[in-house]
């Protein structure tokens, strides 16, 4: 029995030496949690990524592969998510994450794992303000903008439609926070009210209390900055139950599928937006993800692709698959100038990081990464019109 | 007018949502009291097997559904509820076979109970889990509402709507008659006597040629139907959710602690004690003393005691209070 146990540690020695060239990248997100029904098409994309530059066969001077590794994050679930990075470091050796997917969780890998462990972070989905200041050796890039940006366009969204008074109310946590506070500074500088910035409890049983005090304090639009898998869903079942809100206002956490099957027929002329551009990139995106079979529509899925590719394009740069090294050419595969890269042609980006050309990766979402390493922020502007939801516009 | 204005936000806002979530509350706590008062331990498998006899309902509610089935502006859960209702006697007369007997024999200390029951909660979460899965689910059908706030508006042309849920009226209706089928059943037959009886004095009881066993099996049974009834009211009202589930377990106790552990009539005031609470002292009274009050005294704050951060501060400080000055509970329960 000994003799086997050694037999097979040594051969499991020799072929990890074999397959030294395989690269592991790990996708950390919310599998489970409030925003479960977006993580498997957010992983699809990334896998697309990886997917592609396998094809390609070109990475790191050729017959280098790339695999994915999946670790949950539960969204909210700071200590679950730790672990699970942990895990993808120690155990599976990965080279780079593409996560985390809520704010909290992601500052909590940053700083206890990413951090000690020098491992480069791109997250797809991390939105909150506060993770722009935050401390990274830059090791720490994301895909989406900051909140505060998003606060802003929310302001411009508002003040377009010609609503100044509005309620707020948000999930209590970094993300539901971050977001209610930027918006509601963005607001009042451009001279709106805010009439009450108020938190709710997801997964609670009854939220009449929260929707006596909103409907209390009034307004013209409720904006719910919260989950639609939560207690955002609540809120807008107690607000039109007692008809304390017709019109509401939806920031990305409420925008999914979800929302459209439940309420685009009951909050008629509601509106919100959520990352998302109609660039070209765009465009090819959606064709190449509705081929590989899930749904690119769906939120921060374009915005995972990206993060995966971006890893990969800098470690072509770099030379090396060493996040120490490849770290410090993110930003320059990122941005101009260069030969512009959609998605579907990471081969030909490859090839010419390889010849030396410079590129600058545009991709499903249009990056542009702008101070500490975050995207510049393109928002779809959606509204529910005749019982369904539909993009109105870009910002 | 004004008055009147004022009198419908109160009543939209905050008495109507509060009598049924305190009905649904209180149906709730009486499960968790009888438990008590008869098996002498604080089930923390209640709040599981409420979503397992609401699991069981779903499903007959939608096989109903798909055959056409309905009861016109009534939710069709409310026929598909007596089968809920028998699964969740089978499976609550089950685990007292396989594991609380077990326990009863030993004369195992309450405190050993309630751990068990916490395993058993477990368990139950994963088979509810496992058979319905985690997602929300809104089983909901018929007429959504009596009236709603756009019609109350048009028909009274006051400014303030009044919206009144079928499930609401539902609710507090349902829970009238098992309320008032429980204390018949209590205070008018042999059975129920002897519940009582066994209650008191286990003793004394055993001594007057009380079978146990039959007292156990019969409350258990009246268990399963207050847990599904409780269950399927809450789910019909707002969504059915796993998690959510397991979360009332916290709002139920303190209903049944406050009313006095052990004592129905406690439960019962308990489930509204805790409801009312959690939204009155957290409610913004801006909008109802704008309309009641001369203009020149309306208030520019919101007029709120607390935000309803702390709801649920509200509701223990509460538990802690009674617990403090009348251990055994409002009504007189058994103490702790």
Redesign the interface.
Known sequence: MKKLLLASAATMLVSGVAHAEDIKLGILIGFTGPLESLAPDMAAGANLAVQEVNDSGLLLGGGTTVSTVNGDTGCIDAGLAVASAERLITSDHVSGIVGGMCSGETGAVLANVAMPNGIVMISPSATSPGLSTAEDNGLFFRTSPSDARQGQVMTDILNDRGFDTVAVTYT?NDYGKGLADAFQAAFEASGGTVT?N????D????Y??????L????GQVLVVAGYI?QGG??II??AL????FDLFMFPDGMVSDTLAE?YAALTEGSFGQNPGSDSEGTTVFHTLGEAAGFSPTNAFSAESYDAAALILLAMQAAGSSDPQVYKDFVMDVANAPGEEILPGQLGHALELIAAGTDVNYVGASAVELIGPGESAGNYREIEMRGGEMVVVGYR | MDLINALV?LL???II??MS?GAQLAIGALGVTLVYGILRFSNFAHGDTMAFGTTFTILVTYWLQSMGVSLGPLPTALLALPVGILMTALLLLGTDRAVYRFYRRQKAAPVILVIVSMGVMFVMNGIVRFIIGVE?R?FADGARFVI???DFKQMTGLEE?L?I?TTQVVTVVTALVVMALLFWFLNRTRTGKSMRAFSDNEDLALLSGINPERVVTVTWLIVAALATVAGVL?GLD??F?P??YF??LL?IFAAAIVGGLGNPLGAIAGGFVI?FS??TV???????LTYALPDSMAPDS?V?LL???Y?FAVSFAILITVLLFKPTGLFKGQSV
Request: charge should be negative; aromatic fraction near 8%.
């Open positions: 209590n009450l108020a938190a709710h409890e997964g609670k049983a009854d009449s209390a929260e929707i006596g005090a409907a209390s304090a009034g898998d869903g609540g079942d107690a139950d007692t008809g304390a439940k | 936000a939209n806002y905050v949502p509060g979530y929300d809104d709603s706030a756009r709507g919206a849920r809450y707002k969504s959710k998690f959510t979360q009332l709002p409801a959690e939204v957290t409610y913004a009274w801006k909008k109802v919101l709120q935000s309803t951060d709801k």
